[in-house]
């Protein structure tokens, strides 16, 4: 990825927002000293909004129907990569676009099925375990597939209150079995907890998630079909990284589950785009997404009102933190964008 001067934008000051973000709720996290959530202040990132999914339109198998002429076949630079699996490429995603629902949370289980558990608690808990990612060095996909099995657990199981953070350190102990080559051992999991938890806690609640989630581990993430999405639109680095850091923030928010994988991974690159101040959406986005702007459109104004929210918060900084390392180009202190409805087309 070519790197390139960063935006003007960037070296101005980050504009205050107001709104109820000075919550005072908190939910106890036990934690060893380089990983700190313990007390801390919740936020609602969001109004409660509407429960119901927001679902893409629903490919038929044949993406060509939407899109622009001018695409450009980006598998074909990858075709002598036996990882790329070029050949097959379009038939996994196609594939993934199909069966992303099956392993979807409810997206109101927290007003249908948790008595002692509120949006803010929730976020509380995903940013801990960013902290505990980032302290273990997990890769991206091992996050992002312990919230699925967090959301899609507790969318079956009613958990207590002091419960959720022995729920939210197993759900990160199986997604590192899956995904890491190295995991941290069960040792490592009870020491981030300060050994609030026994290895047994963990084992026994191992089993109840497994059983639970019928073993279904295997999940197309918003960072699986975000992959993709850089991959064909061939982005420079400070896209790649603001796409990221965009997409990761949505892991925090109860709101965002209404959206599928897929949809939240063509908004993180959309808005990306908006706030580098470049063209949104290309012949090979809307062709490989199978989205056009508008299918995006309140994923994407939901997406900028998280990092608005995140901006101004003086709690849930994390993932704010973690993307202003110069590793990603401190796209972490990039000024939130207003996005305007005419944006879209």
């Known amino acids: 990825m070519a790197q390139t001067a960063p935006p003007a934008q960037w070296s101005e000051a980050r504009g205050q927002t107001s709104g109820g973000l000075q919550s005072t709720d908190t939910v106890a996290l036990r934690s060893k000293d380089q990983v700190k959530p313990v007390g801390r202040p919740a936020i609602s990132l969001a109004k409660q909004q509407s429960a119901s999914l927001e679902l893409g339109p629903r490919s038929s198998g044949t993406l060509d129907n939407r899109?622009?002429?001018?695409?450009?076949?980006?598998?074909?630079?990858?075709?002598?990569?036996?990882?790329?699996?070029?050949?097959?490429?379009?038939?996994?995603?196609?594939?993934?676009?199909?069966?992303?629902?099956?392993?979807?949370?409810?997206?109101?289980?927290?007003?249908?099925?948790?008595?002692?558990?509120?949006?803010?608690?929730?976020?509380?808990?995903?940013?801990?375990?960013?902290?505990?990612?980032?302290?273990?060095?997990?890769?991206?996909?091992t996050l992002y597939q312990a919230v699925n099995y967090l959301d899609r657990f507790l969318s079956m199981y009613v958990a207590k209150r002091n419960q959720l953070q022995l729920v939210g350190v197993t759900c990160l102990w199986v997604a590192s079995k899956y995904e890491e080559i190295y995991p941290p051992t069960l040792t490592d999991y009870c020491y981030i907890t300060d050994n609030t938890y026994v290895k047994e806690q963990l084992i026994s609640m191992e089993e109840?998630?497994?059983?639970?989630?019928?073993?279904?581990?295997?999940?197309?993430?918003?960072?699986?079909?975000?992959?993709?999405?850089?991959?064909?639109?061939?982005?420079?680095?400070?896209?790649?990284?603001?796409?990221?850091?965009?997409?990761?923030?949505?892991?925090?928010?109860?709101n965002m589950l209404k959206f599928v994988p897929s949809v939240i991974a063509a908004a993180g690159v959309f808005l990306a785009n908006l706030m580098l101040g470049r063209p949104s959406w290309d012949a090979n986005l809307r062709h490989f997404s199978a989205y056009v702007p508008t299918d995006i459109k309140k994923c994407v104004m939901a997406l900028a009102a998280v990092h608005q929210a995140i901006g101004s918060s003086q709690s849930l900084v994390a993932i704010r933190e973690k993307y202003s390392h110069e590793r990603f180009l401190q796209v972490g202190l990039i000024p939130p964008l207003a996005v305007q409805p005419a944006m879209f087309g």
């Open 208 to 254: 109840t998630l497994l059983n639970t989630l019928n073993y279904q581990l295997t999940v197309p993430t918003s960072k699986t079909f975000l992959r993709r999405l850089l991959q064909v639109c061939n982005p420079d680095e400070y896209l790649h990284f603001l796409s990221n850091y965009l997409t990761e923030l949505s892991l925090l928010d109860y």
């Open 67 to 141: 899109s622009w002429q001018d695409w450009e076949d980006a598998d074909k630079a990858n075709e002598h990569d036996p990882q790329a699996c070029s050949t097959y490429a379009r038939a996994i995603f196609n594939h993934l676009r199909e069966t992303e629902l099956e392993k979807m949370p409810r997206p109101d289980y927290l007003e249908h099925k948790q008595k002692d558990m509120n949006p803010k608690m929730r976020a509380i808990l995903v940013e801990w375990l960013v902290e505990v990612s980032e302290e273990y060095k997990l890769c991206a996909d």
